[in-house]
């Protein structure tokens, strides 16, 4: 089966989850991805660690299919072998800020100066142009700053998501500005400047809410899990657990006034529309709470399925691990790991392609695992190479 970027090789200068998983994407795809991290290993590494090496969790999915090369950059020597890394290059993805990148040669002046077409995604808290240009940042300040932690938890406690999408929300817009970028070179030749930044991602996210409240000074403030625009749309104490029911449009919410008993709701001017049953949503949940509260999680899923309104459990991660769904497609790969006592389960490329879909074909590697065989095929010798290390170049 071919590989659709086979042929492409991308230098990750990434860290944490945008650029490394911009760059994890592209890998999944094809290409040949070398990460370079510092030569005592790059902090993201040793995120919840979980082996005895403090090799961690989340580095297990970002630095599948990539060759590790450890070096500093910012040494004589080190500077030169990005250059020579430059011109075997295609893309370079780097989450720094802008100032950074052009203290590490790294911002498309210098690169183009090496590999006239190469393609730099760049990827920052702001992006460039503004006042917070050169800010540092984490996926929470996209969260915070885009309105989607205001809208978030309850009008006295904003509250932030535990799984940091703004940062995979940006490193997915980022692989998907790569690929465009690549074809876009396939035609004329040219490389460019690929930019994303969390806080355009986190803009993307909320834009409906602030296009809302442009228009009409809505003036929304958080409800909890419970929705605004549509209801029944909220999360559910069960007799064991909890649930998520989410509705929109009327013919689901006929669906479950005829599932609970309140048809003459069909009726009622409150719940007319679906802006209407948001404005009004706090009594649909209140209903909907007295109901699942006299059922099991199991219960209130099998007869909602039934009715065909969507609802699923809140499942911790110990459920995930067994859900029956994940297993019967294989979504979790169980890849080895030396230092692992059992395999880590990786989830795959998550969009599906009939011909050409993405691969894990290669475990995340061990700190340096590759520099030896990069550094030889740059043109370095054995005795060059070790006399690089001694000096704590690579």
């Known amino acids: 089966m071919s590989k659709v970027l086979n042929g492409i090789r991308v230098l990750d200068f990434g860290r944490y989850i945008a650029g490394p998983y911009c760059a994890t994407l ?3 795809m094809g290409a040949e991805v070398i990460r370079i991290e510092k030569v005592d290993g790059s902090e993201d590494r040793f995120l919840s660690p979980i082996t005895d090496k403090g090799d961690g969790a989340l580095f297990m999915q970002m630095a599948r299919n990539k060759l590790s090369l450890t070096l500093n950059p910012m040494k004589p020597e ?47 808290a702001f992006g460039t142009g503004g006042p917070y240009e050169n800010r540092v940042g984490f996926d929470g300040l996209g969260q915070a700053m885009s309105g989607n932690m205001y809208m978030s938890g309850t009008p006295n406690q904003p509250m932030k998501a535990y799984g940091p999408f703004i940062d995979f929300g940006t490193a997915s817009f980022a692989a998907f500005g790569t690929m465009a970028a690549l074809y876009e070179r396939q035609k004329t030749g040219k490389g460019q400047i690929v930019e994303g930044s969390l806080f355009n991602t986190g803009l993307t996210i909320m834009n409906g809410a602030a296009i809302e409240q442009s228009a009409i000074q809505r003036n929304r403030v958080a409800t909890l ?21 989410q509705s929109v449009g009327g013919p689901l919410f006929k669906r479950w006034t005829d599932l609970i008993g309140e048809t003459h709701w069909l009726d009622d001017e409150r719940f007319k529309d ?14 909907l709470s007295k109901w699942c509260a006299e059922r099991t999680s199991q219960e209130v899923l099998d007869e909602m399925e039934e009715a065909r309104l969507p609802a699923g459990p809140v499942l911790s991660p110990q459920q995930v691990l067994e859900d029956p769904h994940i297993a019967a497609k294989g979504l979790f790969q169980q890849i080895e ?13 998550p969009v599906e392609l009939s011909e050409t ?24 010798s054995i005795g060059e190479i070790n006399d690089l290390k001694d000096k704590r170049v690579v």
Do not use: C
């Open 26 to 28: 592209l890998g999944d």
């Open 78 to 124: 080190g500077k030169e072998i990005v250059k020579k890394l430059v011109a075997s290059a295609d893309v370079v993805v780097a989450n720094l800020p802008p100032d950074t990148l052009v203290k590490m040669s790294l911002d498309y002046e210098s690169l183009t100066s090496i590999q006239p077409d190469i393609i730099l995604t760049m990827i920052s």
């Open 225 to 245: 899990n419970r929705s605004q625009t549509s209801a029944p749309a909220d999360t559910f104490k069960t007799k064991d657990g909890w649930v998520l029911v």
């Open 274 to 287: 679906d802006i209407s049953r948001g404005d009004n949503g706090e009594i649909i949940s209140e209903r």
């Open 337 to 349: 790991y030396p230092g692992l006592e059992t395999p880590a389960p990786v989830m795959g490329t």
């Open 357 to 380: 879909p993405g691969k894990i074909r290669s475990r995340a590697p061990t700190l340096g695992e590759h520099t030896d065989q990069i550094m030889s095929e740059l043109g370095y």
